[in-house]
């Protein structure tokens, strides 16, 4: 299975082919939607082809580094999880989540992203991990603030705004 690390209850470990279908399905459900609607995957075949990109960037051990979330006690794909570098500041990283819809409220994106703040410092060495928020997400400000993440900065024109009210960003050092 190539675990990466773990938690509790969750395995988190290098994307498979056969993720395909879920991490597409996983990605069109209406939250994700409306959160990431420039990540989600237009099919299959789609969630395929990023599926061996980062598989190639973890086998490589370069960054951008996505890996899948399962659980441990079924095998579930439930989400996905990763970090890439932010640009022009290589000792500096973004982290996101993404649970899929019938997952969320149990606290698995918490403990996730408690587990993926630790793997880079762990791992890379990186001790600033940024999260960035779309304006409004309050769910996902909540997780980062309740894993230590604290907000810095709210950004606005940033490429990745999906809808030009800016983004919130927050900060967690090691």
Known sequence: M?????TKRLAVRKFREKDAR????????????????NECYA????????????TDCV????????LAVELKETGELIGDTGISEVDGHPEETEIGYCVGEKYRGKGYASELLEAISGF???????RKIYGRVV???????RVLE???YRFVKEEFGAEDDP????????????
């Open 135 to 141: 304006h409004g997400n309050g769910a996902s400000a």
């Open 2 to 6: 190539e675990t990466i690390f773990e």
């Open 146 to 148: 309740k894993s230590g």
């Open 120 to 126: 880079v410092v762990s791992r890379f060495g990186i």
């Open 22 to 37: 879920p991490l597409y399905e996983n990605h069109m459900d209406e939250e994700v939607r409306t959160w990431f609607p």
């Open 43 to 54: 099919d299959e075949a789609e969630a395929l082809d990023a599926i061996r990109f980062y």
């Open 59 to 66: 086998d490589n051990g370069h960054l951008p580094f996505v």
């Open 163 to 174: 809808y030009g009210n800016g983004m919130l960003v927050y900060l967690k050092e090691s």
